[in-house]
């Protein structure tokens, strides 16, 4: 079972930035692609960006494109999110996880293993 282990959540006012890392517990994720997700209060868990087992293919949902940045090592078990410009609209509970495969999924199902998540607060 692969452990994931977020962090860089947290509170910050509308404008401002903060930066997620995940980090995996086993090198075997350093094939496999890597994503983010959140899920605000009262909806449901969607899709934000995602990344190939090389840092390669960077993938984003439409409501953070040119916002937020995914990064990750080549063959590396560490995927990290900046995200620019935040607005309240981004509150929610961000999940990093590992992709079944090594390409940059964008679909939940498509991935195998979820961390417990880091909260993400944007005051206005």
């Known amino acids: 079972q692969v452990r994931l282990v977020e962090s860089g959540g947290g509170l910050v006012q509308a404008g401002g930035s903060l930066r997620l890392s995940c980090t995996s517990s086993r090198r075997t994720s350093s094939n496999n692609g890597m994503g983010w997700f959140r899920q605000a209060p009262g909806k449901g868990r969607e899709f934000v960006a995602a990344i190939n087992w090389r840092g390669g293919s960077p993938t984003y949902a439409d409501s953070v494109k040119g916002r937020f940045t995914i990064t990750k090592a080549y063959g590396g078990s560490t995927a990290n999110l900046q995200m620019n410009s935040l607005t309240p609209e981004d509150t929610a509970v961000y999940y990093c996880?590992?992709?079944?495969?090594?390409?940059?999924?964008?679909?939940?199902?498509?991935?195998?293993?979820w961390g417990q998540g880091t909260q993400v607060t944007v005051s206005s």
């Open positions: 996880a590992v992709a079944r495969s090594s390409g940059a999924a964008t679909s939940a199902d498509m991935y195998s293993s």
